[in-house]
């Protein structure tokens, strides 16, 4: 009897807590979908109307161009507010984070061109890493052979993400307002919401199912089965403006130590990557020495390795200048074929001899003109060069990366191009964390010889070591003349960031363009191999093209090249600003 009472008793405690805990789970369920759930139109109240896309501005004090109209918006609030270039462009990369998560990032990296207006000039890598853990070897199977996609999918794929060291380094060293102050606008528009643009559902319509799968908690950009997102559509993602809030009030440590990290690395665990705390905790962005060299009367500042862009600018526009552009007709035979041999040569240069310089030594010879000089000896106006007799390899990148331009007041200047590498990265949204990590391990040489995703071959100058940054092509540069500013500019697109960035400043410099024109003007792309021209739609006359052909180049027709945002001071010290046509990409100014 003794046990039977017992025995009930026991039950009936059991049953109560049981009953309790239901009530408890019940609550919790309530609670958690409160703080975080799904947006639900009841409980989140519309966010303030959408900013409009506005393609270019004249402006007689500072300005902003960014590849979104909400991120444009967010940096000129700050520059209104008093914030400083490196202030604007800090709250700018945070607003792309939440608004074209597609490129824009906190789990990514990039880098930050400045040129402050007494003249001084910094550059700030905050490329992604290799993790610990990386061996030359991790995506190569047990017969030799590469394995597909293994280091362009999925949680192996991610370095180690630079971007909000990269935005504390800056802003610490250079900011004006609160960091604090910086990181709102984004938490505002990943928890209010923000209405897509046509562009924006036509990206996530691509790329969700993708997210879904490679994700293992909710997917704030996943719209739900046989669901489509659609333009003036909220998106909400209130996780990601959770973490945004640690980033906010813990800094640094909000997203590489604590529960932010904590999450990165349960998510390797369970999904099979390799970035430990250490990786996180131990990540430090380089003040590096500013690429910078001459093109006739401008002076040129751009971003040194791990980006090949700095270099490859210096040796293209050098390339050229020789030969007398400024004498030749824009698009013209004799243009596209010397801008196209000097492309040709210096990306036949990048495969062989660029990666990080932290771990490899980068020739001097390359920006040096005699060397230049010597390069383009075999140059014949009349024919064709060929890719097969430069050593090297060959590629083709993605166009998902994003650049952003800002002069402020006082006239400093801010070139910022950062990224996921392809569009929405390695399309892992971190499970609680809410934001995507990047597939930049793919920028990497897998295997000496073996082409990346994009046809890209390397060699043992970027080949994988743990701590090691990846080869990029990223090119924020910034152009003086005289001693003053007079252009910032940079563009995604992979390996077509170089060329696009070269031809927008010869547009300008040798064709006389204003930069609307410069921006808006069709572009083409050499990169050695494939032996290939590519151009965009329309994008050379077709006289032009038939006698290329008849020089031997290949011409291939390609989707845009691009998505170039520049300012440019005009003679009457007035801001020209530029968001380019190709996309949604906005600039403003006052
Ligand atoms: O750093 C790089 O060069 C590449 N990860 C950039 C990728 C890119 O630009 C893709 N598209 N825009």
New binding site residues.
């Given amino acids: 009897m003794q046990n039977a009472l017992s025995l009930h008793h026991e039950l009936s405690k059991i049953f109560a807590m049981r009953k309790l805990s239901t009530l408890f789970s019940l609550l919790l369920f309530l609670s958690f979908n409160f703080a975080f759930g799904q947006k639900s139109k009841s409980s989140n109240p519309a966010p303030p109307k959408a900013a409009k896309i506005v393609k270019s501005t004249i402006a007689k004090k500072a300005a902003v161009s960014t590849a979104h109209p909400e991120a444009t918006k967010v940096g000129l609030d700050i520059l209104k507010k008093g914030g400083n270039a490196v202030d604007a462009a800090v709250a700018i990369q945070l607003a792309l984070a939440v608004v074209y998560p597609r ?1 824009g990032n906190i789990g990514g990296g990039g880098f930050m061109v400045l040129r402050k207006s007494d003249g001084s000039v910094f550059t700030y890598d905050y ?1 992604e890493r290799a993790p610990g853990m990386a061996s030359k070897d991790m995506y190569i199977d047990t017969l030799g052979n590469p394995i597909p996609k293994l280091s362009v999918s999925g949680h192996l794929a991610a370095g180690v993400p630079g971007t909000i060291d990269g935005l504390i380094t800056t802003h610490m060293k250079h900011g004006k307002l609160e960091f604090k102050e910086l990181v709102q606008p984004a938490i505002d528009l990943a928890k209010k919401g923000f209405y897509l643009t046509e562009k924006d559902a036509a990206v996530l319509n691509k790329h969700m199912e993708d997210m879904k799968k490679y994700s293992l908690g909710r997917v704030a950009f996943y719209k739900g089965k046989k669901e489509k997102w659609a333009k003036k559509d909220i998106l909400v993602q209130r996780e990601l403006g959770n973490t945004l809030k640690r980033i906010k009030d813990f800094g640094r440590a909000g997203f590489y130590e604590g529960e932010t990290a904590q999450m990165i690395v349960e998510d390797m665990k369970v999904g099979g990557g390799i970035i430990s705390l250490e990786d996180l905790a131990s990540y430090k962005t380089v003040e590096r020495a500013a690429l910078e060299f001459d093109y006739k009367d401008y002076h040129i500042i751009s971003m040194g390795p791990p ?2 862009g700095g270099i490859c600018l210096a040796q293209i526009l050098q390339m050229v200048e020789e030969h007398g552009l400024d004498k030749m007709k824009f698009h013209s035979r004799e243009a596209v074929h010397l801008m196209v041999e000097a492309e040709r040569r210096a990306y036949s240069d990048r495969a062989t001899h660029l990666g990080d310089p932290d771990f490899w030594t980068i020739p001097n010879f390359l920006v040096n003109k005699k060397y230049l000089a010597h390069r383009m000896k075999d140059f014949n106006a009349e024919e064709s060069s060929s890719s097969r007799k430069m050593a090297g390899g060959e590629w083709n ?6 650049h952003l331009s800002v002069v402020d007041e006082e006239g400093n200047a801010v070139a910022v191009t950062t ?1 996921l ?2 569009n929405f990265g390695c399309k892992v949204v971190v499970n609680g964390a809410g934001f995507l990590l990047n597939n ?1 391990m793919d ?1 990497f040489s897998v295997k000496p010889g073996v082409p990346n995703q994009f046809g890209l071959v390397g060699n043992e100058a970027n080949e994988i070591k743990p701590g090691k940054r ?5 090119t924020p540069t910034i152009v003086t003349k005289n001693g003053k500013l007079f252009m910032v500019l940079g563009t ?4 077509t ?1 170089i060329t696009s960035v070269f031809q927008v400043i010869v547009n300008v410099v040798d064709f006389k363009m204003t930069l609307k024109k410069a921006v808006e003007a069709p572009r083409f792309h050499h990169q050695w191999l494939p032996n290939k021209l590519f151009i965009e739609e329309k994008g050379l006359p077709e006289d032009v093209i038939k006698k290329l052909e008849e020089m031997g180049h290949e011409v291939e027709v390609r989707e845009p090249i691009g998505l170039m945002d520049a300012i440019m001071v005009r003679p009457d010290g007035k801001l020209e600003a530029v968001g380019d046509i190709r996309g949604d990409d906005t600039a403003l100014g006052y």
């Fill in positions: 490129a490329r980006s090949s990148e993605s166009p998902e990366t994003t990224t590498n392809s930049e920028d990846m080869l990029s092509s990223m995604p697109g992979g390996a960031i």
